[in-house]
């Protein structure tokens, strides 16, 4: 890198710690550096112990890996955390409100303020959700929404997790985890909970089913499986939650509802919360060789016998080229400027915008249009000639497929070393759920961070780690 | 609970009992071998057959040497019921069914496989059998402590033990099967040094022979054996405890179910041939038969039990 960027540290300003870390700074300086490098050790042989693990795609044996964990929380004040939820639930009502409008009156493309081809050629807008109306009116149950941070008061939203966003249980994993290692830290600093999480999830997935389900709604979460990279935290949740598990095999479709198999019979289920994608959930209706979902559901669905949450097609609202329409759509829907900001975004689909990105590719990130996960995608400043040059045929080759945007000067929080504090680059994904009455956000969310030096891509998958979330009681 | 879920809890914990099994027999056989034995090859070619897994093991090996099937019963990958596949199955169906775990059976369960994963990822060399044997062993018992201190005393439980008992019940069964020849009371052998040996061998493969003597007040022979051995309800891995066992888990099943359970009227039929008769019937009777018929009982219950609490579809 020729220009050497400053970057904005949460932690320590101007050499002392910033007034969110001021208590946890001087009790990490009373610390000894070969107890907290134990605790460390001791909190990886927790989570192998107690199979926190993910499982990476495209390896032959289905190896489980760990997350690493880092020791350091990341802190944020009160103040801090109140302007970010609030910024958080405007986005997350209007990206609702965008779902119902564009699968009923589609009022926004009249108005010419998104372009009717962004969903009309957009593979993940479900003509089938058309004319439909989920119970309670909620699409987006869970949405993670991710936000990065430059400045003190600089935050902007990467992208909208509107499908079935994961990573929840770290965030409750880590508070866990930090809680044994560190009890004194909790006494004398107080931390807003996260760990209502799970109750609160169940109780606006059972507010959400659908008019016709008498006594208490049966929720069940939907997992493709234990080979699934997320198997840890579906069945994390469902236990917490206090729910079944459930493959595709286990339901199937009796007197007009969806039933499990229990071993008493099958048993009428009225709320699922699916963690198998759109493509996947019917085999009837999307993929026909889907063996993961319940051929029939979208019939059961339409009939207004079953809430699926997240609601199919909610994808239509999250993808990178929808996503730079983002400030025009929470004002559209909320009247109001959007609290968050959106990250300048180039869409290559547009000649104009194509042009500035093939000239500057060394400078931006590009990214595709449905991508997630940090696959297929181009940091300019940090990739070789070479990768540069193949990216730019693929980009030219379908260029309304990728955007561009600047690299951020990405805030970092410090890790912890065999030599100490590391600034290391971090990003959030605070959760969000929403039911027919409200929205809630946990007070938190999951810190990712990317544990090599200099690296912006925090993604679990590229080798990122996390921290737990703090947020100040004041 | 789903049905899907007591199939798991029930395969997780015969997978469990049945690398304990394993590791008594192996046990068994290379105390045998090393202190009784003229002939190790026929003493290592014993436990192989009494695992029921003569087949497989000839196909991979000429001859029968510890180091060989310690290999093929511990850590042989494609061996389905090597102690490192049986453990793997394990933790899956533990995975599988983790919502209905607590979290220290999850957790003991899980360290089982990273611990025995581990421990056999390389040919054990002969002085290292014994400690591998008692980590399996020693894994087996936490797991069996963390469901015993921890969970719920419900269907859950019901569907973990009675995998437990029927596989154990079909571990002893075959152990006898295997033995029956040296079983038989036969005057003319009575007494043999031949004898003796299969007797050790059998007692020690269900970790009996201390129990044996502690328990068992008559005369160090066959028939007081095969007594122990199925009839005795006292001893954890007789038959009779086993179907006693299996009898009271599914009666409580079928108490909390309510109806009629076809699994539980065939598991009392069962405990009736194995409980409160007298051991010369069953030498009248003929112990081959009598075993066989245990053993097709056994996998009789279970097709019935995964039937009734529809664990597949």
């Not at chain 1, 405007?90 to 081809?117: K, S, W």
């Not at chain 1, 993670?144 to 994961?166: C, K, Q, W, Y």
């Not at chain 2, 899907?4 to 192996?26: C, D, H, P, S, V």
């Not at chain 2, 051995?229 to 009898?247: E, N, T």
Request: glycine share 8%.
């Amino acid at each position: 890198m020729d220009k050497p960027k400053t970057f904005f540290n949460e932690m320590i300003g101007n050499g002392t710690p910033r007034a969110p870390y001021a208590k946890y700074g001087s009790w990490f300086s009373a610390q000894n550096g070969d107890r907290l490098a134990q605790k460390s050790q001791e909190a990886e042989g927790f989570f192998r112990r107690a199979g926190i693990t993910f499982n990476v795609y495209g390896q032959a044996d289905a190896e489980e890996r760990l997350i690493p964990f880092d020791l350091v929380p990341r802190i944020l004040s009160n103040s801090e955390w109140t302007k970010l939820a609030k910024g958080v639930e405007q986005r997350v009502r209007a990206i609702n409100a965008f779902l119902h409008d564009i699968y009923n009156r589609q009022e926004i493309l009249r108005a010419g303020v998104v372009p009717t081809r962004l969903i009309a050629q957009n593979d993940a807008f479900l003509p089938q959700m058309m004319d439909f109306v989920p119970p309670g009116g909620v699409y987006t149950h869970i949405v993670g929404t991710d936000i990065v941070r430059t400045g003190a008061d600089e935050f902007f939203v990467l992208e909208d997790n509107a499908r079935t966003p994961s990573g929840v249980s770290y965030m409750l994993e880590n508070r866990e985890t930090m809680l044994q290692m560190f009890p004194e830290l909790f006494s004398q600093i107080k931390v807003q909970r996260v760990s209502d999480y799970p109750k609160n999830l169940r109780a606006s997935l059972e507010a959400s089913a659908p008019p016709n389900c008498e006594g208490r709604p049966f929720v069940v979460v939907l997992t493709p499986g234990i080979h699934n990279s997320a198997y840890y935290e579906h069945s994390f949740l469902a236990d917490q939650m206090g729910v079944e598990l459930v493959e595709g095999h286990d339901l199937r479709i009796v007197d007009g509802k969806i039933a499990v198999r229990t071993t008493r019979g099958y048993r009428t289920v009225d709320v699922i919360y699916r963690r198998v994608d759109d493509d996947f959930l019917d085999p009837l209706t999307f993929n026909p060789t889907s063996m993961l979902g319940v051929p029939g559901i979208m019939d059961v669905y339409r009939a207004g016998n079953i809430t699926i949450a997240n609601a199919p097609g909610t994808g239509v609202a999250d993808d990178k080229a929808i996503y730079s329409y983002m400030p025009q759509i929470v004002e559209f829907y909320t009247g109001e400027k959007a609290i968050l900001k959106n990250v300048e975004t180039h869409r290559c689909s547009e000649p104009e915008a194509l042009k500035y990105v093939l000239d500057n590719l060394a400078d931006l990130v590009v990214k595709e249009v449905h991508g997630s996960g940090g696959y297929g995608m181009l940091v300019g400043p940090a990739a070789s000639r070479q990768e540069i040059e193949d990216f730019r045929a693929k980009l030219k080759a379908r260029p309304a497929n990728y955007i561009a945007q600047p690299t951020l000067s990405l805030s970092t929080v410090p890790i912890f070393t065999d030599a100490g504090l590391a600034p290391r680059h971090v990003d959030l994904r605070p959760f969000a759920l929403m039911s027919p009455g409200s929205v809630d956000i946990a007070p938190g969310g999951l810190t990712r961070v990317a544990l090599t030096e200099g690296s912006l891509v925090v993604n679990s998958s590229q080798g990122g780690g996390t921290k737990d979330t703090w947020v100040l009681e004041d | 609970m789903l049905g899907k879920t007591a199939g798991g809890l029930y395969w997780m914990f015969r997978g469990l009992e049945r690398a304990e099994n394993t590791a008594r027999l192996i046990e068994a056989g290379f105390r045998i071998a090393l202190t009784r034995s003229s002939d190790p090859t026929s003493d290592w070619q014993s436990v192989i057959v009494t695992s029921a897994q003569q087949g497989a093991y000839l196909a991979q090996y000429d001859t029968y040497t510890s180091q060989n099937v310690c290999d093929f019963l511990l850590r042989e990958p494609s061996n389905p019921s090597s102690v490192l596949s049986v453990v793997k199955a394990a933790r899956d169906n533990a995975r599988l069914v983790r919502t209905a775990l607590t979290t220290e059976v999850w957790c003991a369960v899980n360290e089982t496989w990273m611990v025995l994963t581990e421990l056999l990822k390389k040919p054990i060399a002969e002085e290292d059998v014994p400690q591998t044997l008692e980590a399996i062993r020693q894994q087996s018992a936490l797991v069996r402590g963390a469901l015993h201190g921890t969970m719920l005393r419900n269907d859950i439980y019901n569907f973990c033990r009675l995998g437990t008992f029927i596989e154990r019940a079909d571990s002893t069964a075959r152990i006898i099967d295997v033995k029956y020849h040296a079983l038989l009371p036969s005057p003319s052998f009575v007494g043999s040094r031949l004898d003796n040996v299969q007797w050790e061998m059998v007692l020690r493969s269900v970790s009996g022979h201390r129990s044996f003597r502690h328990a068992v007040e008559g005369e160090y022979n066959a028939a007081n054996i095969v007594q122990f051995l199925m009839l005795d309800a006292r001893f954890p891995r007789s038959l009779a405890f086993c179907a006693a066992a299996i009898v009271e888990n599914l009666d409580l099943l079928a108490q909390d179910y309510g109806g009629e359970s076809r699994s539980l009227a065939a598991a009392q039929a069962m405990l009736g041939r194995c409980a409160g008769r007298d051991v010369s019937s069953i030498f009248e009777e003929g112990l081959h038969e009598y075993t066989t018929q245990i053993l097709r009982d056994l996998t009789m219950l279970g097709a019935m039990i995964e039937q009734q609490y529809r664990f597949i579809q």
